[in-house]
């Protein structure tokens, strides 16, 4: 067996190096040159061959400046995940056959009662997360009860499909459970919608959905609180894609539940949604052809959703 670190850090270069060279293919032309006039930061673009410091930016080029400060970041960023996933590759030759961790899961059951292992199994890891104690958020007096197939209240139907698709799949996660951020420069405390547990790789994987993004109240715009929750987010480090899963509706466009369910396996690893959803045969009620009992049907003012049922439960 591989060395577990290998087995998690390998994949997660590869999948960088696929964005970064994505990113990079929609990148502008240029460098970004920084110079320093008393005091004060200057921006210039270089093009390839371009002699001198290049095209002043201004102001209203401040998107562009960004742009290329990005480029030369993932530039960097794309050359160091190719060296170490190349180190890695040289070094996997070298693993020994069982690791620390394996040496565990070779005893008999019997003897495995009577050792605490270096490394707690995937099951006591679980366990130990699930059994974190927290103050649960306020709701405000006469707000609307949803309950959750686990017997919790969330603040939404939507937040209701998005826990019952993680309780169905077996995934363990917290309501509301409090982070930390930075927000110009104080710490604060958010509580993102589902801290999710990715046991296999020992880490948590944070959701947000957002509910109302063609909200058009100018006072509390929800949309653009939205877009800067997720700027704030991502100043911290949580990414969408990364750590962080987002989610979205709107009046026209309800959530999609098929769709954050894969975005969710897709982040934990699982194996993909086998094929989409059936809807049909729910709107014509009974069977489809193939004589599968149809999808549970869900439907709200918020949201409309069809989940399969075709999947067992699973424990990840």
Same mark, same amino acid.
């Given at each position: ?13 590869? #999948? ?21 006039? +008393?005091? #004060? ?19 209203? %080029? ?16 794309? +050359? ?36 605490? =292992? ?33 017997? &919790? ?5 939507? &937040? ?11 995934? =363990? ?6 982070? &930390?951020?930075?927000? %110009?420069? +104080? ?5 993102? %919608? ?5 046991? #296999?790789? #020992? ?10 993004? %063609? ?36 009046? +026209? ?41 149809? =999808? ?21």
């Amino acid at each position: 067996m591989n060395n577990p670190n290998h087995l998690q850090r390998k994949p997660y270069l590869q #999948r960088l190096i696929k964005e970064k060279k994505k990113s990079l293919e929609k990148a502008p032309e240029g460098s970004l040159i920084v110079t320093d006039t +008393r005091g #004060r930061a200057r921006y210039y673009c270089i093009l390839p061959g371009e002699r001198g410091i290049g095209t002043y930016l201004g102001r209203k %080029d401040l998107e562009k400046v960004r742009a290329l400060a990005q480029k030369s970041y993932d530039q960097k960023v794309l +050359r160091a995940a190719e060296q170490e996933l190349k180190a890695w590759e040289m070094l996997a030759k070298f693993f020994p056959g069982m690791t620390v961790e394996d040496v565990y899961r070779t005893l008999s059951p019997v003897r495995q009662k009577f050792v605490t =292992p270096v490394v707690p199994t995937d099951e006591e890891f679980r366990t130990q997360w699930e059994e974190v104690e927290y103050e649960p958020g306020r709701f405000s007096d006469g707000a609307a009860v949803f309950m959750t197939d686990r017997g &919790e209240r969330v603040r939404s139907k939507s &937040e209701q499909l998005i826990a019952n698709l993680l309780y169905r799949l077996g995934i =363990p996660y917290r309501y509301e459970y409090p982070m &930390e951020v930075v927000v %110009d420069g +104080r710490k604060r405390i958010w509580r993102p %919608d589902f801290t999710i547990l990715d046991v #296999r790789n #020992r880490r948590e994987v944070y959701l947000e959905h957002f509910g109302m993004l %063609d909200d058009q109240d100018d006072r509390d715009n929800y949309a653009r609180n939205a877009f800067w929750k997720m700027k704030v987010y991502e100043e911290n480090g949580h990414y969408d894609g990364g750590d962080m899963i987002f989610s979205f509706e709107t009046g +026209r466009a309800p959530l999609d539940i098929t769709y954050v369910e894969m975005k969710v396996r897709r982040a934990l690893g699982m194996p993909p949604i086998l094929q989409p959803h059936n809807t049909r045969s729910v709107e014509a009620g009974g069977m489809d052809p193939a004589g599968v009992e149809p =999808p549970m049907r869900t439907r709200s003012k918020e949201a409309k959703s069809y989940v399969g049922m075709s999947f067992p439960p699973e424990r990840w």
